[in-house]
């Protein structure tokens, strides 16, 4: 049994009598709450499009969840070598013990599985994710993309020759909001000249997972430990640490805001606060050169959550912050420069309105304030949709339009192999305790 | 803890709730690192480890929380006593992977009468100015575990609360429970009070809304000392175990102080409940009691229920 269950009442189930009886608690009873039911093809009309998820732990089940609203997705084949994680998958996807696998390759065997969602440990990216599109299926793989840079080389080739759709799992990528962001930076450059980045996620707490009770029921003998196969991110064999795991969502948005990727980096980091055998960093801070002069500084703290997780683009007109919301929405913020010229924000907004009905602006002039250090005039929402789909749905729309009409991807080998080598190349200045140049011919496939 | 913690929540919008939901589950996990009596680094072993030879700094929200705990201490006359964790432990109950109904050999009568001797709020210094936690005497071990789980399942309400949910159900292993507003259909959240001796039998239904309803008994975690029972609660003031088997339900505003009373009504039986209810019109309690023939039957303490 898993440890947390979230069980979401819909308005429906709250008015069925018999909804509510399953969720009264009677102690020893123990009701055991279904999860959504995945829609199947008649349901829903959509093109079926079969998928298989490979190491469904923590970040894959949530992945599953998402993937399986998306019209005609359905996971037909469930695999991991954890046994919790292979039961809460089998319930999630509700398939049979017939079509739950410890062995990725018995699942990759199955001819109608025409797609996989690969979220097993960083690690094993590559390798499974190669061994998925050499068996003709369709990929999505959770970020970041590679343990190395030759690894993520290897998966864009793969996907280039096999011609399956391979994309990362950096959602904001998908995000309207960031999106849109994108294009008040770059098309009605609301920031002038951007000129420095700073970016962070930063939390208060020790990254430690608690360790769900089961069996392990196949692996090598370094995934046989639970420690290892459940916190395998707090330690260098297995993980890239804090820039890998929350510094790459937002370098991947740098990435693509500045049209360009970093030329050199230098950082510290150490494991200066949760001394409990990690030997992953608790803390880095990272300064990136970018061409042009551009600089940016990231910090990922697990000792204080100040500020949370943003990024702000910081250029001589103003500043724009762009954050996910306490609800997942997204969220955006401007301040102008007091030097800069106003802008005409009711006719502008009117505009957005017209070319995309999709995305609004709303500005609340109430929070228009004198700040210090500029001026504060407007505080934008960023629609997180018409419909209200956040960047990991429509992360799966789009993976699926990719599979099934050829639409671009969204974000695709290369996008997560720019991010990859900025990632990596990070850790590498932190241990070498130096700058590191990062040679153009890195980040060409 | 490590025990089930699960969260029931509707709202016009499911995607917002769910992701309120995800994060208040971090929270959970941030939390029980924190109060762990297991995990060498969590904030309860570094103090218990440390606070009798130097004030140890103590995080805001533990600190708030023992100034807390230590009111209810003394307003149930000790019968609940988070500084008497070597109690527990010199009876055997901190090993990890301890069976139920395990035989284990009872400890020496001068061992436990020394603990009693130099436990309690007394030996130790919370330093408001400081935030500092000191212990006087090296007996004393902070042990949370009669009050973690509702501690934790009333932050973790808190903060769906702050995230603009207004309707929820939490629970952290069954016996620590929060309901925010109520489903639209009912007067509240049907809470079943089980039977302690006969399983899947209920003894009545809660209709709980905007409280939290916390359970204590001796009928689930024991061991055999010499062939007697002894349930996991303890009288701090005597060190002896809690004899019988029967639980306590306690309906109360925090979930906190709900845990807290319903291990001091279970020490303390049911007239002294009775006294403290009168006194504090918030606080009921449920107890499950065998009548003589060994059936289970509910006695209601405190004023409205139903």
Redesign the interface.
């Known amino acids: 049994m898993e440890r947390f269950r979230i069980n979401a009442l819909s308005r429906r189930e709250f008015l069925q009598e018999s909804a509510l009886a399953a969720a009264a608690l009677g102690f020893g009873a123990g009701w055991a709450g279904a999860d959504e039911k995945p829609q199947t093809a008649a349901e829903t009309k959509a093109e079926p499009l079969r998928i298989g998820i490979i190491g469904p732990g923590s970040q894959g089940q949530f992945d599953l969840r998402k993937a399986i609203r998306v019209p005609g997705v359905q996971c037909v084949a469930v695999c991991d070598i954890f046994e919790p994680n292979l039961n809460a998958a089998k319930r999630i996807a509700q398939v049979h013990d017939d079509s739950a696998y410890s062995d990725y390759r018995r699942l990759l065997d199955r001819k109608d599985v025409q797609a996989v969602l690969v979220t097993v440990p960083l690690p094993l990216h590559a390798h499974i994710a190669i061994d998925a599109l050499e068996a003709g299926k369709h990929v999505f793989c959770e970020k970041l993309m590679a343990y190395t840079v030759e690894d993520a080389k290897k998966m864009a080739r793969t996907a280039k020759r096999t011609g399956k759709v391979l994309q990362i799992g950096h959602q904001r990528a998908s995000s309207v909001g960031y999106n849109h962001a994108y294009e008040l930076l770059n098309s009605k450059k609301v920031c002038g000249r951007i000129t420095h980045v700073r970016a962070q996620w930063n939390r208060n707490g020790s990254w430690r997972r608690s360790i769900p009770k089961g069996q392990i029921l196949a692996g090598l003998d370094y995934w046989r430990d639970p420690e290892h196969l459940v916190n395998w991110r707090l330690y260098k064999r297995t993980s890239q640490g804090l820039m890998a795991e929350l510094g790459s969502h937002q370098i991947q948005v740098v990435n693509w805001f500045l049209n360009a990727a970093p030329s050199a980096v230098m950082g510290v980091g150490g494991v200066d606060y949760w001394k409990d055998g990690r030997d992953v960093w608790d803390n880095v801070q990272v300064i990136y050169e970018y061409p042009n002069g551009v600089k940016v500084t990231y910090q990922s703290l697990t000792t204080n959550q100040f500020d949370g997780f943003q990024e702000q683009f910081m250029g001589d007109k103003g500043t724009l912050i762009t954050t996910v919301g306490d609800h997942g929405e997204d969220k955006g913020l401007l301040y102008r420069e007091p030097k800069a010229e106003t802008l005409d924000w009711a006719q502008y907004t009117e505009k957005e309105k017209d070319a995309n009905g999709k995305v609004g602006i709303i500005l609340n002039a109430s929070a228009t304030k004198k700040l210090k250090t500029g001026a504060r005039i407007g505080e934008t929402t960023l629609a997180t949709s018409a419909d209200g789909k956040d960047a990991y749905d429509l992360q799966f729309y789009n993976w699926a339009a990719s599979i099934r009409e050829g639409k671009p991807i969204y974000c695709d080998a290369e996008v997560g192999l720019r991010t990859a080598v900025a990632i990596l190349k990070a850790n590498e200045a932190i241990v070498r305790q130096t700058r590191v140049v990062i040679p153009e011919e890195l980040y060409t496939i | 803890m490590?025990?089930?913690?699960?969260?029931?929540?509707?709202g016009?919008?499911?995607?917002?709730?769910?992701?309120?939901?995800?994060?208040a589950?971090?929270r959970?996990?941030?939390l029980?690192?924190q109060l762990s009596h297991f995990?060498?680094?969590s904030d309860v072993s570094q103090i218990n480890a440390r606070a009798y030879q130097e004030p140890v700094p103590v995080a805001p929200n533990l600190f708030a929380l023992l100034v807390r705990l230590r009111r209810l201490s003394l307003e149930t006359e000790g019968a609940f006593d988070p500084t008497a964790g070597k109690l527990v432990r010199t009876w055997g109950f901190f090993r990890r992977g301890l069976l139920r109904g395990e035989r284990v050999t009872p400890p020496q009568p001068e061992r436990i009468a020394a603990i009693v001797q130099q436990i309690g709020w007394r030996y130790v210094q919370l330093d408001e100015a400081q935030q500092t936690i000191r212990f006087l005497t090296p007996e004393i071990e902070l042990h949370l575990g009669a009050v973690g789980k509702g501690f934790i399942v009333a932050c973790a309400a808190d903060f769906l609360r702050s995230?603009?949910i207004s309707?929820a159900?939490l629970?952290s292993g069954?016996s620590s429970?929060v309901a925010l507003g109520k489903?639209?259909?009912?007067a509240g959240?049907?809470?079943?009070?089980?039977d302690p001796q006969e399983?899947?039998r209920?003894l009545a239904?809660v209709q709980l809304r905007d409280a939290a309803l916390s359970?204590s008994g001796s009928a689930e975690q024991f061991i055999l000392a010499e062939g007697t029972r002894v349930g996991h609660l303890f009288d701090p003031r005597t060190g002896q175990p809690v004899g019988g088997e029967y639980s306590v339900s306690v309906l109360s505003p925090d979930a906190a102080e709900g845990d807290a009373l319903s291990t001091a009504f279970a020490v303390q039986g049911v007239e002294w409940a009775r006294a403290y209810c009168q006194a504090h019109p918030g606080v009921k309690a449920l107890f499950a009691l065998p009548d003589p023939q060994g059936t289970y039957c509910l006695t209601r303490i405190g004023t409205d229920w139903d």
């Open positions: 490590g025990s089930l913690f699960e969260i029931y929540a509707g016009d919008d499911l995607e917002a709730v769910e992701h309120a939901a995800y994060d589950l971090d959970v996990g941030w029980e690192q995990l060498p680094e995230a603009g309707c159900l629970h069954y429970i489903p639209p259909s009912s959240w049907p809470i079943g009070i089980p399983e899947g209920q239904v359970t």
